[in-house]
DNA sequence: GCCCTCTTGTTCGAT
DNA sequence: ACAAGAGGGC
């Protein structure tokens, strides 16, 4: 197959230019992913050994589908049977570290400590420094050693300069109890899986020089929102051959709450020297309106590099605005609007409902339910997030790695064995026990052997079913129906692990983990069941639907109050333009008068972003309400 | 000392 | 949906 045909002459110049920096300016749907799998394919073709190229994606999904698309281009890679590496700067972050950890003192049984996790963890040490959780917030302790990590400011680097306040102080002493803590139990959060690989990477020259030889071609998507870490690592990868390929747009960059940095973009031709750059300007997504509309809204931010985005689509339905009282009637609405694009034809499946915060979410499931249209939850609670689930997870994880004291401090006494507040103590703090406490423990370390001698023996999924049913959790969850459903949630997990029936445990059981716990809510969007999906507009970007519903478009949700800042509220229009270039053909976008809000009705002025789109764009519709109450009342408003 | 049940608060976004 | 805390039963 022609890996140029059906590019256009930026795209195939992106493509060509294999060799040196290359900085890739894409807008809303220019065909970025394409252009990705296209370069690969042809960097293969030219001769290169699949495994020698890399490619960062956003999320495992987007790394699934750049996969297919480079086989579709390609059939079987090379015969090798090597191939590109694909696959998030966590998962980069990991292979890495399983490969070389051992020189920083990891153990290549490492455990990944999720946010649930990290925040137990930083609260027992709070706990442990007697500090009143009325005056420090653990969550906040959480959210500023996580900011302080992302920014790589390493511990000894705190109070070199004097603390401003007691509150600093205990800040850094948490921190430094924090990585103290991580490091003997062998865990590592989020952070650490980019961090500690920088850390290697830098420290160690030889690790270093592996790693730089072994990526000849590397590709960067979402480049505009790298956080330090993941610049750093960019760099320090790319600094043998200079083959990377960054791909991004600044006006999409939304995660800067969480350490991205969009200035990494402008800085890509000062940090890496003779770079080519090239702009995707033709849009291949949606109508002339609805990129009008975006561009027009977008062309209010200050902090960005213009970029002449247009379309040869059709001009498409103007932009549908949607007054409603409050957010019942806009759940009302919805599913009217549902029903009238599947009247005409679209699937359930080309349908998005978008919203700023997971709390709205309540209100239109329940009224899809109420309709039963089918449609899928993408963000929330997610199955891997569910606490028995959990559970069986941490189980697997302390017998993999028995230094995981994390884990083992979650299940010890689940389902309950007798260990409670003080025997719990008592343990940890290794002090003596009495026969009947040692028995109580020994009973737990008996489960955890049991578990660990059957990695090599048994697969997966008979390993999980083993877990189940030995921790006792069966008996536990037999009493009522809500103990039945978690207990079928814990077997849901056994048909997860299904696929890799033919392997022993061992083989496969650090990439199971790996798999589950990095699991992004974007890897859960599955457009070939034919639903309606609902999710937040973070969530959403990288995706496209045909009809894109907008909920909530109120000042203080959408832009969000917590997000009033100069230079904040940017970013939430860059979010709303994420919104809105979802879209291919058509887009609502609705609002109410009212709302609850935090447990208060709240009256909120239309959002900003609606007034700045150009009045010829939009239809402004405020439906007439029939003077019955809610129940009574049939859905006619056109 | 431990277990169970009930209440209350929660909340911007998430690998 | 979950955590944290209170309070009663064993």
């Known amino acids: 197959m022609d890996i140029f045909h059906g590019l256009n002459p930026e795209q195939k110049i992106a493509v060509e230019t294999t060799e040196g920096p290359l900085l890739v300016l894409a807008g809303a749907g220019s065909g970025k992913t394409r252009v990705i799998a ?57 292979q890495i570290l399983r490969t070389h950890g051992s020189r920083i003192g990891l153990s290549d049984r490492f455990s990944i400590a999720d946010q649930e996790d990290s925040l137990k963890l930083i609260k027992e040490i709070m706990v442990g420094r007697q500090l009143d959780p009325d005056i420090y917030d653990p969550q906040r302790f959480r959210g500023i050693i996580s900011q302080l990590k992302n920014e790589m400011t390493p511990v000894s680097q705190l109070g070199a300069a004097g603390f401003s306040s007691p509150y600093e102080e205990q800040i850094a002493g948490v921190y430094v109890g924090y990585e103290a803590a991580l490091h003997k139990m062998q865990n590592c959060d989020f952070d650490d899986l980019l961090i500690r690989p920088v850390q290697l990477l830098k420290d160690h020259a030889d690790v270093r020089e592996y790693w730089q030889d072994k990526w000849k071609y590397i590709h960067i998507d979402e480049y505009q929102d790298t956080n330090v870490a993941q610049y750093q690592l960019s760099r320090l990868l790319s600094a043998r051959h200079h083959n990377i390929c960054v791909v991004g747009d600044i006006d999409q960059a939304i995660y800067s709450w969480r350490g991205a940095d969009w200035r990494n973009i402008l800085n890509f031709e000062r940090d890496f020297e003779g770079a080519t750059v090239i702009m995707l300007e033709q849009n291949y997504r949606s109508t002339k309106v609805i990129l009008e509309a975006a561009r027009s809204v977008i062309a209010r931010n200050s902090e960005r590099k213009p970029i002449a985005l247009r379309t040869d689509n059709a001009e498409g339905e103007k932009v549908r605005i949607k007054i409603l009282e409050d957010e019942r009637k806009e759940a009302a609405m919805v599913v009217s609007d549902i029903a009238d694009a599947i009247r005409v034809g679209y699937k359930h499946s080309d349908i998005a409902i978008l919203f700023r915060t997971n709390a709205q979410s309540r209100a239109i499931e329940e009224a899809l339910m109420k309709r039963a249209i089918p449609y899928r939850l993408v963000s929330g609670v997610r199955f891997y997030d569910r606490k028995e689930v959990k559970d069986v997870l941490a189980y697997l994880k ?118 589950v716990e990095l699991m992004s809510d974007q890897d859960l969007v599955d457009t070939t069941v034919d639903a309606v999906h609902l999710l937040t507009a973070h969530a959403a970007k990288g995706l496209e639907f045909k009809v894109v519903i907008v909920t909530g478009l109120e000042e203080g949700l959408f832009p969000h109050t917590l997000a009033q800042e100069e230079g904040m509220i940017e970013e939430e229009r860059r979010l709303f333009y994420v919104a809105v270039t979802r879209a291919r053909e058509r887009i609502i976008l609705t609002l109410t008068m009212r709302r609850m809000m935090n447990g208060e009705v709240a009256f909120n002025d239309p959002s900003r972003f609606i007034g700045e789109i150009p009045e010829h764009l939009v239809d402004i519709i405020i439906p007439e309400y029939p003077s019955k109450s809610y129940e009574e009342e049939t859905i006619h408003y056109f």
């Open 38 to 94: 296209h370069r690969i394919a042809h960097i293969v073709r030219q001769g290169t050994a699949p495994d020698r190229i890399l490619a960062v994606t956003f999320t495992n999904k987007a790394a699934g589908e750049m996969r297919e698309r480079i086989h579709a281009l390609l059939g079987t890679v090379d015969g090798s049977g090597s191939v590109p590496f694909i696959g998030t700067f966590h998962a980069l972050g990991i």
């Open 398 to 515: 302390r017998a993999r790695n028995p230094e995981d004291g994390v884990s083992e401090r979650r299940v010890l006494n689940m389902p309950p064995r007798g260990i409670g507040k003080v025997l719990l103590y008592k343990y940890i703090a290794g002090i003596s026990l009495s026969a009947s406490e040692q028995k109580k423990i020994e009973e737990f370390t008996r489960i955890i052997t049991e578990i660990s001698e059957k990695f090599s023996t048994t697969n997966l999924p008979d390993l999980i079913t083993f877990i189940i049913e030995r921790a006792g959790y069966v008996t536990y969850f037999s009493k009522d129906a809500e103990g039945k459903e978690r207990l079928a949630n814990m077997r849901e997990l056994v048909s997860v692990a299904a696929k890799h029936r033919d392997t022993h445990a061992i083989e496969i059981i650090d990439d199971f983990l790996q798999e």
